[in-house]
Structures are given as structure tokens and as C-alpha cells.
């Protein structure tokens, strides 16, 4: 198995690059869809072209590298809708997880996720973070005056009871506090943006030339499908999903991914107890900025730490139930307009064109031996009426003959 940070190989067909199938028809559809059209009908398919773009199937190098950024419910949402990646789920494994640092700046922490084909010699990179909607610059490091001040505000938004809608929550009321920060001018209320980032070139580079390695795993069986992890990453954006530098900002939300991850897939691999250094910024290296989301005044640390845990272990068993909801609605939408049952309608189409073309041919050919038989007939008509003509005639000189010999007729 290739390491994380190994080169990823894509020797792929580039005539055809087909999806896995568990049914016994792989060498017949495959027959089925060399006649068929491709995502841009250029004759090249991809098993999901959400992760594994066109441009990296063919190695096309004049395709952008970067590729626009999904949202876990977008991704989810594209995956389900196209024929061949809802075809596919089940069938791309995350191999590895590294958790990064910029050196620079707001030192942005975020995840970069090596997935993988299981059938196909298809790999590639995702990054997935959390940053302030377009528009809005990430903010600096927030002061250590601001954290003082921050502490002392309730944040309504900070416990959700549970069987709540997470993507109804309601804006912290803290919020105010947060605007009032000159460091921080949108810190408080705005909606974050979470989202994948794929690689267009199958390289992990782009990402990560410019950041620190806090911490890395590699997964043994079983390990977590691609859609597992997208749908925890949207469980875990709607149990927060406003933006807030002090609580809920990148920080958190590659901890909360990581460690709910961990929780859900704990055998799967070799887990340090914490990446070193996560969520912490180099303006104030003793706060903790990754574990404030729950934070309250009243709270301990140690009965801080348990909640945390007990947060993350919701988050967890929610996103096993989310992840089973998905593939319920998956094996839907692969009865409705997946791959193989676009072939298997194809395929039945035809059977059913031919069995009403060998229907025509069989009435071509009652109707050709119909017609023999009624000119037959007429030949007979013909023949019958020719022998009645010449009896007819033969009767007539007979009469002559005797009339001629003085005879008469009787």
C-alpha cells in the first residue's frame, strides 16, 4: 500500500474507466459502454468526477489544477445525482488522514484526506477546512484581551440538545461580544465555509508546501469510505455552522473531524492522543482556541474535558446514523439513474426493440406468404377461367360443325 506522502499513480484505461460492480456483468457492460458517451463526450469516464476529475483519469495537463471547492452537502448532494459516482459509493476508501499547520499568518489548520479506488489504480487529495465565507479575509490571531472578554460571555449556541435539527441552529447571542473585537470584525455571526478542496493533478503538494505536518495516520480494515467521511464532515458543520474565531473557526473544526473520526475508527489506526500543536496560534500558544467550543465559566476544566468528549461521542454516533440514512438514500438513487440500471434499461430496451422487430419480421412474413397464397389463388382463377373459355369455344365450333352438316343441335 502507498504511503501518505508517496507519489499517487494513476495507470487507468483511458479509452474507459468503468466503476466496480458486484453484480457478475462487468465484462458485458463494459462491452455495453464502449458505444456509449462519457461525462463530456470525449470518450474517457470517470468513477466519481467529484474526486477523481476527468483530468487526472486521462492525465490531461492542460486542465487547472485546482478544481472549486465542495461543501460536504454539495458533495453529497453531486454524488447521489450523477449516474456513475452514486454508482461508486461504497467503492473509494480514505487510506489516510494528515492534519496541517500554516507557518504564516492566522496559522489555518485543516486536513488533507488521501482517498482510493478499490478496483481502479485511482488515487487522489482533499482538503477539507473551515474559513470565513468569501469575501471575508481570514482575521488575525485574536488577542489575549479579546479571550478574557470572550470567556465571560454566554454562548447559547454552545450545547444543542440532542435530536435537535443541526442545520437550524440559531446564532450565538455572544455574538455581539465578538464584533466588538477590532481584531476580529466578523468573528461572531457569520456562516462558516466548510468544504473539500480536490486536487486536480493527484498531488497533495498544493496543499501542503506551505504548512506544517502536526500529525498523520494511515488506515488498515476497515477503513472509512469516502462518503463516511464526507457525511461526518456534514454532521459535524451543522452541529456548528457559523463562523466564530474564538470557538468554532478552523481550529475546531479540523480537531472536532480528527477526533470524531478517531472515535468512529478507533482499530483502524496508530492514533497519537492529540496532534502536537492543533489549535493553538503562535500570539497566545496557551490557549487551547480548538476546545472552546463548549467553554462556560462554570465549567471546570476536568468536567470541561468531559463534556468535550461527550460532545465529540454525539458527533460520533450521529454520524454513524447519517452514514446509514446515505446509503439507504444511495441504493435509491442508484435503482432510479445509476449506471447499471441506466444499462440495464438500455439493455432491456433493446432486447424488447428486438423481440418487436423479430415480431415485425414474422408479420412481414405471414403477409409475403398471404400474398403468395392470393396470387396463387388469382393463378388458379386465371387458369380456371382459361379452361372455361376454351370448353366454351369448343362447344360453339362443335355446334357449327353440326349446324354446317345439317344437324341440329340438341
Known sequence: MRG????????????????????????KFLREMRSSKSHDGLGAVSPNQFVFPLALVTKDTTYPERQRPYSPKELLDHILK????????????????????????????????????????????????????????????????????????QDEDSVKPQGENLEQTSPSKSGNV?????SSPFAGDGLALDTFLVSGSGSKSFYTDESKKLASVKFKEPRPVLEELVTLAKVVSACRPRYNIFRTQCYWYAFTIWEVLKMNFPDSAQWPNEPLGAGRN???????????????????????????????????AEAVG?????????????????????????????????????????????????????????????????????????????????????????
Open 178 to 182: 465578538f464584533l466588538s473585537s477590532s
Open 82 to 153: 450523477d449516474p456513475y459516482a452514486v454508482d461508486s459509493v461504497g467503492n473509494i476508501h480514505v487510506t489516510g488522514v494528515s492534519y496541517h499547520k500554516l507557518v504564516e499568518g492566522a496559522q489555518h489548520e485543516y486536513l488533507v484526506i488521501r482517498v482510493q479506488h478499490n478496483q481502479l489504480e485511482l488515487a487522489n487529495y482533499l482538503k477539507l477546512d473551515r474559513c470565513p465565507q468569501e469575501g471575508q479575509a481570514l482575521a488575525n490571531p485574536p488577542k489575549s484581551s479579546d479571550l478574557v472578554e470572550d470567556t465571560a460571555a
Open 282 to 316: 503562535g500570539a497566545i500558544p496557551w490557549i487551547e482556541l480548538h476546545k472552546r467550543s463548549l467553554l462556560d465559566d462554570e465549567l471546570n476544566l476536568a468536567k470541561f474535558g468531559m463534556t468535550l468528549r461527550h460532545s465529540h461521542a454525539a458527533l460520533a
Open 322 to 410: 447519517a452514514w446509514e440514512d446515505f446509503q439507504k438514500e444511495s441504493k435509491k438513487h442508484r435503482l432510479s439513474h445509476g449506471i447499471q440500471t441506466i444499462i440495464a434499461n438500455q439493455q432491456q430496451s433493446e432486447e424488447e426493440r428486438a423481440r418487436a422487430e423479430e415480431e415485425r419480421a414474422r408479420a412481414e412474413e405471414e403477409r409475403a406468404r398471404a400474398e403468395e397464397e392470393r396470387a396463387r389463388a388469382e393463378e388458379e382463377r386465371a387458369r380456371a377461367e382459361d379452361k372455361v373459355a376454351n370448353l366454351e369455344q369448343q362447344l360453339a365450333e362443335m355446334q357449327q360443325r353440326l349446324k354446317s352438316a345439317g344437324m341440329k343441335p340438341e
Open 4 to 27: 501518505l506522502d508517496e507519489p499517487v499513480e494513476t495507470r487507468v484505461l483511458v479509452e474507459l474507466q468503468m466503476p466496480f460492480f458486484p453484480f457478475g456483468f462487468l465484462s
